[in-house]
């Protein structure tokens, strides 16, 4: 099965910026990959998503414009640029991935704590 391990996260203050990655142990080039969040006491919830042929992206409207979801395929990773942090994007952030011809993501990474301070 696909492997999904995400990095990057941490502290940061308000108006900062990171970026967390997500290394696929098996090739998925050809996977729609994605990012979520949970924040305590909160459901999980959509941040951002790629198509597998890159092109195509979509984000939640709470991050439009402050996230950039990429992908490089060569490296078999997808990132998640975050600038202009708030407090309340402080969540575990998870990277998932599925086949592009189905609907429900079926790969899951551990998740990676971001942490945003005021």
């Known amino acids: 099965q696909v492997q999904l391990v995400e990095s990057g996260g941490g502290l940061v203050q308000a108006g900062g910026s990171l970026r967390l990655s997500c290394t696929a142990s098996g090739r998925t080039v050809s996977y729609d990959m994605g990012w979520f969040r949970q924040a305590p006491g909160k459901e999980r919830e959509f941040v951002a998503a790629i198509a597998w042929y890159s092109v195509n992206t979509y984000y939640a409207n709470s991050v439009k414009g402050r996230f950039t979801i990429s992908r490089d395929n060569a490296r078999n990773t997808v990132y998640l640029q975050m600038n202009s942090l708030k407090p309340e994007d402080t969540a575990v952030y998870y990277c998932?991935?599925?086949?592009?011809?189905?609907?429900?993501?079926?790969?899951w990474g551990q998740g990676t704590q971001v942490t945003v301070s005021s």
């Open positions: 998932a991935g599925k086949l592009a011809s189905l609907k429900e993501y079926t790969y």
